[in-house]
């Protein structure tokens, strides 16, 4: 499976942006997905997961409220909506495919597959 982030950039405090993460070589479905970060000398952080139908979501408490994973299995592509972004959001945002389709997990040890990054900057 090939994971391809888009979406990244340089915005505001306070404003937004949409993360997408599109797949290929593989069924879509097959797949639960997760997005991380990583920023500068720390560890890869969890963000968000969502399970192969999209009926189960996690997110971690950091961004929850602001941050909202979703996906269009028809698009094979993988979404992260991101609100009222802060200067500590600022990373690398990273997608991840699961084999374990209706697994959420938030350990980067349980994801086989990962895209190359996209960088994501919000300056105050």
């Known amino acids: 499976v090939q994971l391809v982030e888009s979406g990244g950039g340089l915005v505001q405090a306070g404003g937004s942006l949409r993360l997408s993460c599109a797949a290929s070589?593989?069924?879509?479905?097959?797949?639960?997905m997760g997005w991380f970060r990583q920023a500068p000398g720390k560890d890869r952080e969890f963000v968000a997961a969502?399970?192969?139908?999209?009926?189960?979501?996690w997110h971690a408490n950091s961004v929850k409220g602001r941050f909202t994973i979703s996906r269009d299995n028809a698009k094979n592509t993988v979404y992260l909506q991101m609100n009222s972004l802060k200067p500590e959001d600022t990373a690398v945002y990273y997608c991840?495919?699961?084999?374990?389709?209706?697994?959420?997990?938030?350990?980067?040890?349980?994801?086989?597959?990962w895209g190359q990054g996209t960088q994501v900057t919000a300056s105050s």
């Open positions: 070589g593989g069924t879509f479905s097959n797949y639960a």
């Open positions: 991840a495919a699961d084999p374990d389709h209706n697994g959420i997990s938030y350990s980067p040890s349980m994801y086989d597959y």
């Open positions: 969502i399970n192969w139908s999209g009926g189960r979501t």
